[in-house]
Every structure is written in structure tokens, then in C-alpha cells.
């Protein structure tokens, strides 16, 4: 052994002075030390020192040492391959040598370090670590186990896929039955650290676990009513893991343990309870769900409703006792960051609006957005949730009696956790909540106005929840009084209820559509008073409900007075807005949606929005260029400006058509364009895609000299991996064949064969293939001769993918492209012509002209077959189908 490496005193004066200047609350201290701290790494044994002062130094205040093994834990992290050997192995024998120090602070100092090293791939460079670390667990002494303990729980922690490989000899084998043997230990520390290692294990399945599950299980079950609760809190979580991962072990027990979770979930100390109250989200979705828990729910039902209650910590951490602060300015720390929604090209179906896939729930469980995110109440009423949609109107009968005590209690918490209930119930019970609701409605609108606000703001989100049958009754009976109280919260004097209202709001228009107009210059009145009231947070959300009043009523917007009340606050808001701000996002999201409702109503204001949507593209990629160039010198751009700018460009096109050619004509946003649409990031790709197809909608003109370059790029997206940009690739394609007409022709080979892939791959989602079959039928309206030939490998689902679409223009050359191709190969569709048949009958009221190709190919099909065989052909239809055929086609 090399002589003991020992410290020069003055050196290690120097590094106690950096340590305590460090936990100065001074900043311009503390960046200085930070800098100290960079230049002392220059010396080989800097690191010597930090080891020295956390595992010698005893005459220290712990504190200190504790910070000089957070900073050596931060070397480590850093620069770990270039430490000399001799300091390395230094390091690590005194980390093993006082794992056990008399101190809880520098034993889980010492273990943070060690897990540290040891993830730096060390496992495999440091052979005597587990071995010594499982040996000290044997020690009579309380620190040494605890310590030992302590350092192998962060180990199984970070590196639990490397403990279970061949790269270590599986470790695992020795080390889980070791654990196994603690959870017997009379020191609760110690059983708590025992069953967080195991607990590393259980949803990777690992084997050397899955071997002695039984005997897990078995020790589980005995720690059940452990006096610790933070060995409670690991049992539970080892519990629900097993849920998902083992339920043929845990399916014996299962009246047992939902016993004890019932126990667990009203335990007295509340990080308990939230860990048990998972277990009912998690067996939520399990298949067994329904047997094993229909016995139970008259107890569950209670637990959780009474879990939904504020607690006294929430009520002071949410301030509920501080009615008015609309006054008081946010605290920047509270605003979330927004995620923008790239545009995606839909269809519109049958019977709806646009379709929406299910992604935006936005509505989900709860408004506390302030307190630690995920507590009792929000556990709880998530489980109510799920519960309600498997057990549908079978809850009710536990529910109901609970509600109708609840609802009406003079204690406003209690009443607050009731309207929370009927809004966590809303999905699933919707059925059987109908015949109550004629009565609740009136009652949760009288309690939009309950003295206090945690009442008011819950009640928005509760009745939210129950728009769309609001909005199927005549609008005089709910729809106006609900209407008319939320826009009075919406300007409430309490900031988390305007919040709430302004959601509830927004959703509610998403629910009534053009039944709102009537009401318009009313809610405009509102939404354009709020402008000038709400702080910071609150304006983001206004945003959002203004641009989905566009979205709602479409068109109907574009009247004069409307125009005038709503642009000047917008257009204000964008003129103080800089270009580095994030809070263009929200407010360019919902201006692309007034743009496009308000149409040529938006021409006064389009060409400086348009020029700054252009600057907005050109800087992010000039920022993106330099980047690349010289990372070092200059910052990654935020690509969401650019993003952003492109879909408010794309509502711009959509909403003006043909008025936004001179703009387009006096800027360069093709070229900036071509550079988007070969961007490294999808959701650039996909919103070019997307400004593409509107300005070939637009301004043909413009967009037809690039086409060459345009039209490979295209043909390289069409990816299905990348769902939103291969849809978007795809709808550009088949707007650009309708402007191209037959010169579509050279283009045809780049991307007929990935379409005609993606429309018969499995899984697709059903956007990705209605676009996907239009195009198609686009181009074979321009091209029939090169798409004919393929038409037999995409006639059926071709078919049925555009069945359920509405009549619309999209449909309609769709349409004339499968007739011309059947006039060019007929035989391609004579195996599937039941499809077609099927396809043409969707139809509500075709063109005339297009009605007369369909007749023509029915009856040419009918006479090619002879009569004998169209009838047993047409047997097989069902009677609707056999039905319409006749009426409209005469066969």
C-alpha cells in the first residue's frame, strides 16, 4: 500500500473558506466560488481534499462536509474518467471505510456518492462494492447497516438494469434474498430501505425477484400493519406494482388485499394513503377489475369520496381563505409551460364537427394546479374516474346516496368535495345521471355564484363536464342560464375561478357550436372585458377561449361590430408583445383561428401579422443555422416560434384564400418554406406541410415554380411512423395534384407506392387513411393512366375508409378520380365491387355529374354479369344498402 496521502494545511484552509462562502444566500458570492470551484478542478488532487473534508475533517460542522461530498458527487458526475487512479481509488476506500459514520447526514452523503461513482459505469471497475456493501449489512453496528443499506437502495435505484445483466454475474441472485431477510429487521429504517430495494425489481420482472415472489409476497403480507408508515407507504407500492405485473400471485389474496387497501387508504398519515389509493387507478385497468372489486365498492365508494375533501394543508396552501386577488400579480414560477398543437389536416364526418382524436383531454380531473401536483384529492377522484367508466351506472347506487348528503351541506368543504364527485362520476355514470339532471343543473348554476371560491371554481369544471347534455336540451331550459353565470365567473374576482370559468368556457363551446350565436356580441363583451382584468396566467387561458369561440361559430364572426370589438385588444396585446416572448404562442394560436372564422373580415389586419409571421420563420432558422455552425458560440433556437408562426401563416391562407396572394408575392416564404420542410424536427416538417396545402389552395401561382423541388421532400414523408407529418405530406400531395392536372404526371412514382402501402397497412389511425385514399383518388383523377394499374391492391380499403366522410369537395374528386380509373382498368374492382357499391351509397347527394359516372359503372357492372348473377351478387347486400341502390341508381 502506497504512504496515506494527507492534505497541506493551507491548501485545505483555502477549500473550507470556498465551502462556507458557498452557503452564503449572496448570488454574486456564490458565482464567484463557482468559478474558484472550476479553476481548483485544474489540480490533480482537488478531489483529495473534498473526500478528506467529508470523511475526516470531524471537526467540521456537518453541514459543511456534507456540501464538500456534494461537490466531489458533482466532480464525479463531470469529470470522472480524468481523475488519476491513485484519487479514484482513494475516493472509493473511504467511502467504504465510513458508509457507517455516527451521522445520518454524511452516511447518505457517503451513499450518494458511492451510487454516483458506481453509475459512472463503475459496477464493473469497482468488483468489491456489492460484495463489501452486503457484508456490512451483517454488522452489529445500527450506522454500518443503515449506511450500507442506505447506498446499496440508491445503487438498486440507478442502476437496476445493469445489476440484472450478464455484465455483473447477477448479483441479484445473492443480494434479493439477502433483502428478503431484513424485512424482519427490528430497526424500521432498515425495513423500509429492505423493501425499497426489492421494490427496484418488480416491474422489470426481474428474474432473480420473480424466483422468490412467494416468499416476497408472504413477507409483505406480515409488514402489513408495520408501526412506520414509510414501511407502510413501500408495502403499498410494492402491492400496486404486483398489480400489473403479477396478478396470478396476488389473485388468491385478493379480498385480503383490497381489505387492507381499503385500511390504507384512510391511514393517518396521507403519503399512506395517496400510495394506496393508487392501487384502485392501477386495478382500474385490469381485466379482473370488475369480478373482484363488485363485492367491495359499497366500502371503496365512501373511502374515496371522503378522500376528495380539501384537507386543512391544501386550504392554506391554496389560500383558500383569500377571496379577491385578481388584483395581485402572478408569481412567474406558477405560469407551466403550453405545449402548442401542431395543425393536423382532418375530415369531418357524419353527425359531428371536425373530428378530434382523444389526446386533448383537457378537461381531466382537477384545478389545484398550485399545490404539489399529485395529492389524496386528485388521487382519489382520478380513481372515482376510472371506477365510474367500468362499473357505468352500477356505481350509482353507492354514489347517489352519498351525493344527495353531500351536495347540500352547509359546510362548504364537504359541499365543494360533493360537486367534485358528480364531475369525477360525469363520464361514466352519464347514463344513469340523466334523469338528476334536470334538477342538479339549476343547482350547480346557483352554486357559480357560493360566497366562497374554491366552491365557485369546482363548480365550473364539474358543469363542463356535463355540456354536451346541457347543449342537447333546448337552449332556453339550461344553456343560456349556464352560459350566462360562467360568463359572470369568467369575471370573477378570484383568480382560480376565472381560470376554471375560462376553461369550462371553452369547453363549452366546444360543445355548442353555432347555438352560441345568438349570444355572440354578449360573450364577446365579456371576453373582451377580461382583457383588461386578469393578470398574467389568465390571459394565456382567455386566449384559448377566444380562439375556440372562433373555431365554434366559424363565419359568423366576420360582422362588422364583432370585428371591432375583438381585434384592437388582440392587436394590442401583439404589438406589445416582443419577438422572444413566449406568450406569442398562445395568442398566435388563437389568432390563427380568428383569422380563419373571420375570413376577408381579417384583411385590415393581416399584412403586418403576415410579415411578422415570415420574420418570426426567418430568424428561428437563421438562429438554427448558427447553431449548427458554431454550437458553442451560439444558443439552440426554440423551434415553437417558428412552428407557431407557420400555422398562424397557414390560417392566414385558409381564411383569406386568394387575398393573401400579394403578400405572398412580395416575401420569400417559399424559400423559407423549402428550408422547413427539410428541418431535423417532425413538428416543423408538419406544419410546412401544412402552410403547403393552403397556399396551393391559395395561390397556386406562387407555389407551382417550386413544385420540382417541393414534390421529392414530399415523397420522403410519407413515413406512417410519423403520423401528423406523413398526414400532412399526404393532403399536401393530393391539393398540389388538383392545381397540376395532368403536368402531376412526372411526380406520380415518388409516392403512389408509399401511399398505397400506408392505406393498407394495419393500425393506421383513421385520419392518416381517409387523407391517404383521397389523394390517392386525386391522383388518379389527374393521372388515371399511371394510377389505374395499382387499382385493385387499394379499391377495398380505399372504400371503406371514405364511407363515413361527409359530402364535401375533398370527397367529391376523390370520388371522380376512383370512376376514371374504373373506366381505365374494370377489372381492377370486379373482386371488390361490393365495396364500391357500398362507398357510393354514403354518398347524401352527390353532383349530378358525379351521380351519373356512378350510374354508369352500377349498370355497366349489372349488364357485363347478367341478371341472374346481379341478383345473387345483390343478395348479399344489406337491405339499407340494397335500398338506397335502388332508389337512387335504378339497379
Known sequence: MECEWKPDEQGLQQILQLLKESQSPDTSTQRSVQQRLEQLNQYPDFNNYLIFVLTKLKSEDEPTRSLSGLILKNNVKAHYQNF?????????????????DSSPLIRATVGILITTIASKGELQNWPELLPKLCLLLDSEDYNTCEGAFGALQKICEDSAEILDSDMLDRPLNIMIPKFLQFFKHSSPKIRSHAIGCVNQFIISRTQALMLHIDPFIE???????????EVRKNVCRALVMLLEVRMDRLLPH????????????????????????EFWLTLAEQPVCKDVLCGHLSQLTPVLVNGMKYSEIDIILLKGDIEEDEAIPDNEQDIRPRFHRSRTVAQQHEGDGIEEDDEDDDDELDDDDTISDWNLRKCSAAALDVLANVFRDDLLLHILPLLKELLFHPEWVIKESGILVLGAIAEGCMQGMIPYLPELIPHLIQCLSDKKALVRSITCWTLSRYAHWVVSQPPDIHLKPLMTELLKRILDSNKRVQEAACSAFATLEEEACTELVPYLAYILDTLVFAFSKYQHKNLLILYDAIGTLADSVGHHLNKPEYI??????????????????????????????VATALQSGFLPYCEPVYQRCVNLVQKTLAQAMLHQSQPDQYEAPDKDFMIVALDLL??????????????????????????????????????????????????????????????????????????SVCNNATWAIGEISIQMGPEMQPYI????????????????????????????????YVCPQEVAPMLQQFIRPWCTSLRNIRDNEEKDSAFRGICTMISVNPGGVVQDFIFFCDAVASWVNPNDDLRDM??????????????????????????????????????
Not at 388582440?570 to 383561428?593: M, R, T, V, Y
Not at 394495419?762 to 381517409?770: D, I, M
Open 84 to 100: 488519476p487512479n491513485g484519487v479514484s481509488e482513494f475516493i472509493k476506500s473511504e467511502c467504504l471505510q465510513n458508509i457507517g
Open 219 to 229: 413477507n409483505l403480507f406480515a409488514l402489513a400493519a408495520d408501526e412506520e408508515p
Open 254 to 277: 385478493m379480498h385480503n388485499i383490497i381489505e387492507y387497501m381499503l385500511q390504507r387508504t384512510q391511514d393517518q398519515d396521507e403519503n399512506v394513503a395517496l400510495e394506496a389509493c
Open 564 to 593: 371591432q370589438m375583438l381585434m384592437p385588444p388582440l392587436i394590442q396585446k401583439w404589438n406589445q408583445l416582443k419577438d422572444e416572448d413566449k406568450d406569442l404562442f398562445p395568442l398566435l394560436e388563437c389568432l390563427s383561428s
Open 650 to 723: 397557414s390560417g392566414l391562407a385558409e381564411g383569406l384564400g386568394g387575398n393573401i396572394e400579394q403578400l405572398v408575392a412580395r416575401s420569400n416564404i417559399l424559400t423559407l418554406m423549402y428550408q422547413c420542410m427539410q428541418d431535423k424536427m417532425p413538428e416543423v416538417r408538419q406544419s410546412s406541410f401544412a402552410l403547403l396545402g393552403d397556399l396551393t389552395k391559395a395561390c397556386f401561382q406562387h407555389v407551382k415554380p417550386c413544385i420540382a423541388d417541393f414534390m421529392p421532400i414530399l415523397g420522403t414523408n410519407l413515413n406512417p411512423e410519423l403520423i
Open 749 to 780: 412514382a415518388m409516392v403512389l407506392h408509399q401511399l398505397v402501402e400506408i392505406i393498407n397497412r394495419p393500425n393506421t389511425p383513421k385520419t392518416l387513411l381517409e387523407n391517404t385514399a383521397i389523394t390517392i383518388g386525386r391522383l388518379g
Open 854 to 891: 356512378f350510374c354508369k359503372i352500377l349498370h355497366g357492372f349489372k349488364n357485363q354479369v347478367g341478371e341472374d348473377n346481379w341478383r345473387r351478387f345483390s343478395d348479399q347486400f344489406p337491405m339499407p344498402l340494397k335500398e338506397r341502390l335502388a332508389t337512387f341508381y335504378g339497379v
